[in-house]
């Protein structure tokens, strides 16, 4: 039980130097998903009548959008390149 406290109370200070494959795909999913999103609200946004609603999927696409550049700028940062770990 304790050892399971200890655990739970470390915090890694930064990211390790190798990504797992289970971390890569994980990554490589949450990629999709927020660019899928974002095309997804922008189109409907397009086909959307009502202003208030047409603003709100745009303001969503937006969102998606800085979230998949964010995480293209996380895994892009430092210049070096990520190392796949098959663990």
Not at 67 to 74: A, E, G, K, P, V
Request: aromatic fraction near 6%; charged fraction near 20%.
């Amino acid at each position: 039980m304790e050892q399971q406290q200890e655990n739970q109370q470390q915090v890694m200070p930064q990211p390790p130097q190798q990504v797992s494959t289970k971390d890569h795909l994980y990554l490589s999913d949450m990629l999709s998903w927020n660019l899928n999103a974002a095309k997804k609200a922008a189109f409907f946004a397009k086909q959307c009548t009502d202003m208030d609603i047409k603003q709100e999927l745009e303001k969503t696409s937006r969102m998606h959008e800085r979230h998949y550049q964010q995480l293209m700028t996380h895994l892009q940062s430092g210049n070096q390149p990520i190392q796949q770990n098959t663990n």
